[in-house]
């Protein structure tokens, strides 16, 4: 059955009337020092959490009262402003803790509204913290948008103490991302300093249990992991200096399969006399004709210089 707006509208009107909020409620909810009269239907409606304990035989059924932990009693009124006001409460400040709470409420409209809050507002300065709130809340919308970020930031990114802390996989989409403008050069030692990191010395928060769990599965594959990393990447590209200092490192040179991957590397730039600057050609027709991905060539944003990055 179609909703008609102008009687959505009028049902609305009728739930935000202040003074009817009080009336009828039958079920409280303690949060700090702080209760809050509520109706189980309302909660019930909007809340997945709150749904399977109304249904459950739980003593908080009998009781008409729950106590939740982890979230603050402002929030979550504010929490409460939205599903019974439909108050548009988020602000910069805010919102980060709404988006806790609607997750662990599983109040999926105000999830999906903090998302789209969120996601235009990731700059260089907050990438970080809404990167690692992302994974925690399983948001793959603002993880999205942080990626997008920390590929068109990448220096900047490589700089700071988070970089070698990134998830695998995430660090292979940076390395694929159109917005990533660096050459092999630079992509290449910041890809061996990431494998060289040593994860067992980082200490496992116990409030973070998919994070430790990461860890663990990282924990000495690191090494394993140059070949689908290189992969994103021009290597044929590398300068020869690079390509030196990676074959060189002692540190690389303990591990057997960064070795493999290293040496398929060094094959592969064997094959070409390209230098920087130069475009690429390839042999057709009996002759040698201009790459056609030279065309779509970037601009390194480090060293200047022009690049072709991988296609
Ligand atoms: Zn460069």
Redesign the pocket.
């Known amino acids: 059955m179609a909703v008609n707006p102008t009687l959505a509208l009028g049902i609305a009107t009728c739930f935000l009337k202040d003074e009817n909020r009080e009336n009828f409620s039958d079920f409280t909810v303690c949060v700090g020092d702080r209760t809050f009269q509520c109706h189980r239907y309302l909660l019930s409606a909007c809340s997945g959490f709150f749904q399977a304990l109304l249904r459950s035989d739980m003593k908080e059924r009998t009781e008409n009262e729950v106590t939740l932990k982890d979230v603050s009693p402002d929030t979550f009124q504010l929490v409460l402003d939205v599903i019974y006001k439909a108050a548009d409460v988020l602000t910069k400040e805010n919102v980060i803790d709404v988006w806790h709470a609607a997750c662990m409420l599983q109040i999926d409209f105000l999830t999906n509204y903090t998302e789209s809050f969120l996601t235009p507002c990731v700059t260089v300065d907050n990438y970080w913290d809404f990167y690692t709130n992302a994974i925690l809340l399983n948001s793959s919308i603002v993880k999205k948008s942080c990626l997008d970020t920390m590929a068109t930031s990448f220096i900047d990114l490589t700089g700071t103490e988070h970089f070698v802390d990134i998830y695998f996989d995430d660090l292979y989409e940076i390395l694929k991302h159109n917005n990533l403008c ?2 092999p ?2 992509v290449v030692p910041a890809i061996a300093r990431w494998v060289k990191h040593d994860t067992t010395n980082k200490e496992a928060d116990p409030g973070t249990e998919k994070e430790t769990q990461v860890i663990e599965e990282e924990e000495n594959n690191r090494y394993d992991c140059f070949e689908k990393l290189f992969s994103a990447v021009n290597m044929k590209q590398l300068s020869k200096q690079e390509l030196i200092n990676l074959m060189t490192d002692p540190k690389l040179a303990e591990h057997k399969n960064a070795v493999i991957h290293i040496n398929n590397v060094a094959a592969q730039r064997l094959d070409t006399t390209w230098q920087f600057g130069e475009p690429t050609y390839i042999y057709q027709n009996g002759r040698n004709t201009l790459n056609p991905v030279f065309n779509s060539q970037k601009l ?1 944003q ?2 200047n ?1 022009k ?1 072709t990055p991988n296609m």
């Open positions: 660096v050459c050069d630079f390194c480090h060293c210089r690049y």
